[in-house]
């Protein structure tokens, strides 16, 4: 038996093209000595603040990360930026028949969160203004809301996790690292809804807080705008 050990996060190659699986070798691909075993682990960055920008400046930068456009008659005085990252890290052991290996998920690895978060304040408000403060808060809350929708999926996306590797079978493959790039594919593709539907969540919240009503109600508590 051996072992290979791989670190990817979004492999782009399909499936199909890692697998080699004519009858008689995958007949032979049998690896009952294998148990899969998972982890999560939950990557949580630093927080960065900037008071460095313009509200136009704010504008240009939610557009570039494809975030909707103001609200009519608003513009943005603070703006929270994330980027959720996931990767995989697996490990899996085989064996070398007539022709490929017989490869089998050993070990699964999923690293989820971000690398840094940052909040910006509309340089316009300086740090110790009632203005500033109450942008603070309200990107603040973004952050929040990031987070604890973040840990709220986290037990799904463990059990899920660990159902897919379970579930995953031997392959025969050309090489051990195209059976590692396989199931790297594979959990990917399993787990792709359930995190797509996380993110659908946190855009839900966003909205809630990114609303008219609540835009007025911050405004509402200083004056000198």
Known sequence: MRAYLALLPFVLTPLAALAWTPAAAAADCRLPGVETTTRLTEKRGSIRFSNGFSGKQLEAKRRRAGGAASQANWHPVGLMGRDLKWEFRVKVQGQRLGRGYCVGLKDAELTIGYDRIDVYVDRRYRPGTCQYDVILEHENQHVRNFQDTLASYLPDIRARLADEAAAATPQVTGSMS????????????????????????????????????????????????
Do not use: H, K
């Open 178 to 225: 195209n059976g590692a790039r396989y199931f790297v594919n594979l959990l990917r593709n399993r787990l792709t809804p359930l995190i797509e539907r996380m993110q659908q969540d946190m855009a839900r919240a966003d909205a809630r807080l990114d609303t008219p009503d609540s835009y007025r109600a911050t405004q509402a508590r200083c004056d000198g705008w």
